[in-house]
């Protein structure tokens, strides 16, 4: 058995390779962004084959910094940006199209026309999941409208659909391998959640046929082998993101949750064995488990977090380095009655708008940058806060701790401000890396680098943890300004 575990993460701004040994110590990491377009309003996509060249840059080139040979890896894992689509050539291997990323609302009309077909139950039901444009459905159906021939050439088994995991183990095997995991299956607003299968009616609603879509595995087993050069090595482990950092935050049994500060926020509750029907809002999706018995997860999807800080940066100018956000912030005691309400592609859990869009509200003459700054952070533990409330109604459990991973969890402003305005204790581990380890556990326990999940969670260790010390008025009176601000920019008025 080799010494390492390599763990393979690709996100929607970068693709990253990250190096484990077995005490869970992160050896080496290397990333290369990835480029998005925006050819339209509303309109999100990224090169295929630039995310799969960047992910195997990067591999290659941590082993080769890391001195460390293809013989001592004992598998690899994958984690990805879920609900992203694919379609590709069978025989080329070559995309037909550019990647629709999770984020883009081109679909919000195909929707629509579910809702009006009386498919809105259904799908809540089948999938767990709520109509609309964020999952793969619809973005398969668009693609196949508007590539002429498709359709027919995938009914025929020319056309492969894959998210961004089965484009990078299609790829990575040589095109010997066209699977997903039940994890990312699960976001697809195709995949019955209950039964373990693709659902005939909405593939039929859509038009979708099935020979397209991929065996689908348990998250950590065998998905083949990696074809690099001079080796082979055994992928044994594969998650959508968040599913993967539920696991790598250890959070295996019921009522465990952590939150991811990505490019949006991403919070999860493990309910084990029971499949959680929300009425407030949330997702019921598939955990990642080590075998073929279905775990449970509830989630709260945000879909602008740390997004908002690039956007202060890239965008407005505001900024230099998204590490200067937190210094900013601390410049003025308040946002002065600034909100930023980040609703770039509508608003997610648990509003789920596809027509809503952003805005600053408060503005006055006595209105700074720092003002503005702080306003945006604030509204990453906002929104975190709204999921949050909706996991505690649809579970009748308190959230008195959460666990934090992800880049912006490294922000102590925005740890403190969130501790503060959700009155819950926050803990951050030491491994931040949170998805790329779950990714590394699910293949190492599949191949015996480590034992069991017992074991990982007896070496995790804690960073920080912030513990809330805003009182209890101010912190009711700045809920209320954020859900005025809110209630501004939804498309339609509250029900």
């Not at 199209?97 to 077909?117: K, S």
């Not at 709260?300 to 940066?313: D, E, P």
């Amino acid at each position: 058995m080799g010494a390492y575990v390599l763990a393979l993460d690709q996100g929607t701004a970068s693709s990253r390779a990250l190096l484990f040994n077995q005490e869970q110590h992160v050896l080496g990491i290397a990333q290369k962004e990835v480029s998005t377009r925006y050819p339209q309003e509303g309109w999100v996509e990224q090169d295929p084959m630039e995310i799969y060249e960047s992910q195997y840059t990067v591999m290659m080139e941590l082993l080769k910094k890391q001195r460390v040979s293809l013989n001592e890896i004992t598998a690899i894992g994958l984690a990805n940006q879920r609900e992203t689509t694919i379609l590709w050539d069978r025989q080329t291997g070559r995309p037909l199209y550019n990647a629709i990323l999770w984020q883009c609302r081109r679909t919000a009309p195909l929707v629509d026309r579910l809702i009006r077909d009386g498919l809105g139950d259904p799908i809540r039901k089948t999938t767990g999941l709520v109509p609309d444009a964020y999952f793969s459905g619809t973005k398969i159906a668009w693609l196949l409208d508007h590539l002429e021939g498709s359709r027919a050439r995938a009914r025929r088994g020319e056309i492969l659909f894959g998210t961004v995991d089965t484009w990078l183990i299609w790829n990575l095997s040589g095109g010997e391998v066209h699977a997903t995991d039940y994890t990312n299956a699960s976001r697809t607003m195709l995949y019955n959640i209950h039964t373990r299968q693709w659902d005939a009616e909405l593939l039929a609603a859509l038009d979708i046929p099935q020979a397209m879509l991929p065996e689908v595995k348990p998250s950590g087993s065998f998905f083949g082998m990696a074809r690099l050069p001079g080796a082979a090595l055994p992928l044994a482990g594969n998650a959508g993101d968040q599913q993967a950092a539920l696991f790598g935050q250890c959070c295996f049994t019921p009522g465990e949750v952590k939150n991811t500060y990505g490019t949006g926020c991403f919070l999860l509750m493990h309910t084990g064995n029971r499949a959680v029907a929300s009425q407030n809002g949330l997702l019921t999706t598939l955990a990642a488990g080590l075998d073929d018995q279905l775990q449970y997860a509830l989630e709260g999807s945000v879909f602008v977090g740390g997004a908002v800080i690039k956007w202060l940066r890239d965008e407005l100018g505001l900024i230099s380095l998204s590490e200067q956000a937190g210094e900013y912030a601390r410049q003025v005691p308040n946002t002065g009655g600034v909100y930023l309400v980040p609703a770039f592609t509508g608003l997610g859990a648990p509003h789920w708008d596809m027509y809503a869009r952003g805005a600053i509200l408060g503005i006055s003459r006595g209105t700074t940058r720092a003002h503005i700054i702080r306003a945006a952070e604030e509204a990453i533990a906002y929104q975190s806060l709204e999921v949050m409330q909706a996991m505690e109604k649809d579970t009748g459990i308190p959230l008195r701790v959460l666990k934090v991973d992800g880049g912006a969890s490294g922000d102590d402003f925005l740890m403190r401000f969130q501790a503060d305005i959700t009155g819950a204790v926050i803990r951050r581990p030491v491994v931040r890396e949170t998805t790329a380890l779950g990714a590394a556990y699910l293949a190492g326990i599949t191949r015996g680098f480590w034992r069991d999940a017992e074991e990982v969670r007896s070496q995790r260790k804690e960073d920080a943890t912030f513990t809330p010390r805003m009182d209890r008025p101010t912190r009711e009176a700045l809920i209320a300004g954020w859900r005025q601000a809110v209630e501004r920019v939804r498309s339609s008025p509250q029900a």
